[in-house]
């Protein structure tokens, strides 16, 4: 990584660091950091503080082995606030929590940007042996057609109380729906943003 340009004077040595799941985007916990304690983040990948009562670096999870490890190190406008994107190895809070202010975090949506990354990726570098690739090869009409299908089973599921059955349709008709924005050449942001636009009326 290359090294962040942090005002440390500003802030007499020490800079708030924001810690925040990398994947659903919850914030985990706020710490403080001093040079040598980001230096120490970077070299061994885990969020190292700088403890403002004991007087001395401690690395989260040091004690409880719940260690949070960097994706990312971001720095603000003004060079004296980071945000650090880690992925938790356990709950966060000394309380057992999954986070210092008491939120859950088990939200699995953030799959859906991941899944959205593949899916481009199948398209952009197609292979013989990957379906999604497949789909975008048998064109448009075909990708449609598979949507309307999936759309189908899922009504039928719905009539019915197996819940494994009606999930694994909605999982189904999700993907190809992914897929068919893909093959359309649309962001699902661009969606959100009509479905926000509704929301605002």
């Known amino acids: 990584m290359d090294r962040l340009v942090v005002d440390f004077d500003k802030v007499n040595g020490l800079v708030p660091a924001i810690v925040q799941d990398a994947h659903s985007r919850e914030v985990l916990m706020m710490g ?17 503080f700088f ?16 260690f949070l490890l960097i994706r990312k190190i971001e720095l603000d406008c003004d060079q004296d606030t980071l945000l650090i994107q880690a992925t938790p190895q356990g709950p966060v809070c000394h309380t057992g929590e999954d986070t210092c202010f008491a939120h859950q975090n088990h939200s699995k949506t953030y799959f859906i940007d991941a899944l959205r990354k593949v899916i ?27 949507v309307g299908e999936e759309a189908v089973e899922i009504v039928i599921e ?44």
């Open 158 to 201: 719905a009539k019915d109380d197996n819940k494994e059955l009606f999930l694994g349709e909605a999982a189904d008709l999700l993907f190809h729906y992914l897929v068919l924005l893909e093959a359309k050449g649309y962001e699902l942001d661009e969606v959100m943003e009509v479905l926000i636009n509704r929301h605002q009326k």
């Open 120 to 146: 481009k990726d199948r398209k952009n570098n197609p292979s013989d042996k990957s379906y999604t690739a497949s789909l975008f090869a048998s064109g448009i009409n075909k990708v449609a057609q598979k």
């Open 32 to 48: 403080y950091m001093n040079q040598e304690a980001l230096d120490l983040s970077r070299k061994t990948g885990k969020v190292t």
């Open 51 to 66: 403890s403002r009562t004991k007087q001395r670096l401690w690395t989260k999870g040091e004690t409880s082995g719940n």
